[in-house]
């Protein structure tokens, strides 16, 4: 389990680098999407390389014919480029920062899903593998995630990614609230 | 030699901006589970609070890059229908997942197993949109399809105007939102 900061404002006094305000790592990731923009003209994104390595993953499952031929693939290949080892780094650049902070710690089953759902792993790795297959099915389909279409299409006031903004917090405030309502001793099922 | 050469520029730049925001989003706390899931029950709005940071301040420099002609913007096609969907899909995902594609690619880096469990589930849902792209494409895409608007050229309202009012906006809702957290409920940051 995550063990820390209880309270951000005493940590961020604390321990200098680990409590950086939400407010700070935004402004933070503001000023690093100008930088994409202006050294690789690119905005920062996610899923589309997540897409080109599932391609990879899928060929021998599906077979090196069956990927090459699909339409979708065609248009985002399995190949090393910019964006996927951009996720590389992303997976880096948490890691390096957790371990300078100590915060690194291998977590199964976080607090707010204990609390609901009970300590099983089973259970919560199978939420977790269910939910990332409808999270990335929407992403693709909408043609962003919280990266791409959040952040990088919102400050660039496209209309598609304001609309996937509110349709998302939309869509997971009503979520949260069915899976997470209070439930009296008797565990229901979830969802 | 040189295309060789731009490609392994590109290819560190990647890994190098990956890393930037990998550790902008651990130090932001949007690593963690128990925030983003908080975040979507209204409990903790740190996630909130980094996205319209980054919005605002990204927004702002990169509209100033555009203009002095130093990026381009890359806006998403607004096929509203596949957009509305999509977002919908992925605010459910994301809530029973507990991370976002970027997110979850961090968490793993912070010692988060769920999160790579997710995480082979986004490789799965990207393989299911990717073998039912053609019927997307045919019948969900081109429904409510805008192209790639942008917000001032929908409303006829300048750049620069959109950004004063999410400025001011962002700073309202910080201050509500910081207003509360310190007097109403003091466990705003329950978990």
């Not at chain 1, 609390?115 to 962003?144: N, T, W």
């Amino acid at each position: 389990m995550v063990s820390h900061a209880p309270d951000i404002r005493h940590a961020s006094r604390l321990t200098l680098p680990a409590g950086w305000t939400p407010y700070l790592a935004g402004a933070g990731i503001g000023v690093l999407s100008w930088i994409v923009f202006g050294v690789v003209n690119m905005p920062i994104g996610i899923t589309t390389a997540l897409s080109q390595l599932a391609g990879g993953v899928a060929i021998p499952i599906l077979g090196a014919d069956a990927v090459a031929s699909n339409s979708y693939w065609a248009k985002n290949p399995f190949i090393l480029d910019y964006g996927t080892v951009f996720l590389g780094g992303t997976l880096l650049g948490a890691f390096a920062s957790a371990l300078i902070s100590r915060r690194f710690a291998f977590e199964s089953v976080p607090t707010v899903w204990s609390d609901r759902f009970g300590p099983s792993i089973a259970k919560r790795y199978a939420a977790a593998f269910l939910g990332g297959i409808v999270a990335m099915f929407g992403a693709r389909l909408a043609g962003g995630c919280t990266s791409g279409h959040g952040i990088s299409g919102g400050l660039q006031l496209a209309l598609s990614s304001w609309v996937f903004l509110v349709v998302m917090f939309a869509s997971g405030i009503a979520m949260a609230r069915l899976m997470f309502r209070p439930v009296q001793r008797s565990s229901r099922r979830m969802s | 030699m040189i295309i060789i050469a731009i490609g392994l520029t590109l290819l560190a730049f990647g890994v190098l901006f990956g890393f930037a925001f990998g550790w902008l989003l651990h130090r932001g706390r949007v690593t963690d589970y128990n925030v983003i899931v908080n975040q979507f029950l209204l409990r903790d709005f740190t996630v909130l609070k980094v996205m319209l940071s980054a919005i605002v301040v990204g927004g702002i420099g990169v509209l100033l890059l555009q203009r002095a002609g130093l990026t381009s913007y890359h806006i998403k096609d607004a096929n509203l229908l596949g957009v509305a969907i999509g977002a919908c899909l992925f605010g459910i995902g994301m809530v029973v997942y507990g991370y976002c594609p970027g997110t979850g690619l961090a968490a793993i880096g912070t010692g988060s197993l769920h999160a790579l469990v997710g995480a082979v589930g986004m490789i799965v849902g990207a393989v299911l949109y990717a073998l039912s792209f053609d019927w997307i494409q045919a019948n969900i895409l081109p429904i409510w399809a805008l192209g790639k608007v942008r917000l001032p050229d929908l409303t006829g309202i300048p750049d620069a105007a959109w950004f004063l009012a999410l400025t001011i906006m962002a700073i309202a809702l910080f201050a509500v939102i910081e207003h509360r957290s310190r007097t109403g409920s003091q466990r705003s940051d329950a978990r």
